[in-house]
T-cell receptor, first 113, second 118 residues
Framework: NAGVTQTPKFRVLKTGQSMTLLCAQDMNHEYMYWYRQDPGMGLRLIHYSVGEGTTAKGEVPDGYNVSRLKKQNFLLGLESAAPSQTSVYFC????????????FGSGTRLTVV | AQSVAQPEDQVNVAEGNPLTVKCTYSVSGNPYLFWYVQYPNRGLQFLLKYITGDNLVKGSYGFEAEFNKSQTSFHLKKPSALVSDSALYFCAVRPPYDRGSTLGRLYFGRGTQLTVWP
């Protein structure tokens, strides 16, 4: 049982480059989330999805896009990376019957130079 | 608006001493409350939760948390700290479903870095 898997684990991008972060869960969860973690800022919600084909903006959505074409996958895209997007990105999933909150992935450490 | 406050960025304790990591919240109704732990270069791991019932809940690794509705607090505690408890701890709250919030969404505090000295 893999839980939530994020790929890649590490990436270095040049300013202006694009990339996609993949999150996959095998628990049949309805809800999926993308967070970024920065020192002293805690976890900030970027985008989330409450079901296949649906997405919504979180607290800090600018510069990111998401897609959820399949229930098990939630993709986070950076169209034109900026140094301010250097961060650790976490994906999480949950479902209405899951009373322990989220299951988290292990994170993607992204550096934009 | 929902919010969670962890008033201490850092907590330092000696091994063997009791520890407390504080958390207060602002949510209408009766929320679900959680503590997560993050070890270096890892994702967040569930530690314990309060849903309803006894105000003192027990979780993994000997941790417990006390829910205080009048003070809107959910402090994390452990009677005897270990060096291996050193990690980043996050408090989180999930509003009741009938409050119009994003279904299942958690609101996190900024985290408290716990350091246990040998």
């Amino acid at each position: 049982n893999a839980g939530v898997t994020q790929t890649p684990k590490f990436r270095v991008l040049k300013t202006g480059q694009s990339m996609t972060l993949l999150c996959a869960q095998d628990m049949n969860h309805e809800y999926m989330y993308w967070y970024r973690q920065d020192p002293g800022m805690g976890l900030r919600l970027i985008h989330y999805s409450v079901g296949e084909g649906t997405t919504a903006k979180g607290e800090v959505p600018d510069g990111y896009n998401v897609s959820r074409l399949k229930k098990q996958n939630f993709l986070l895209g950076l169209e034109s990376a900026a140094p301010s997007q250097t961060s650790v990105y976490f994906c999480a999933s949950s479902s209405p019957g899951q009373d322990y909150g989220y299951t988290f992935g292990s994170g993607t450490r992204l550096t934009v130079v | 608006a929902q919010s969670v406050a962890q008033p201490e960025d850092q907590v330092n304790v000696a091994e063997g001493n009791p520890l407390t990591v504080k958390c207060t919240y602002s949510v209408s109704g009766n929320p679900y409350l959680f503590w997560y732990v993050q070890y270096p270069n890892r994702g967040l791991q569930f530690l314990l939760k309060y849903i309803t019932g006894d105000n003192l809940v027990k979780g993994s690794y000997g941790f417990e948390a006390e829910f205080n509705k009048s003070q809107t607090s959910f402090h994390l505690k452990k009677p005897s700290a270990l060096v291996s408890d050193s990690a980043l701890y996050f408090c989180a709250v999930r509003p009741p479903y009938d409050r119009g919030s994003t279904l299942g969404r958690l609101y996190f505090g900024r985290g408290t870095q716990l350091t246990v000295w040998p």
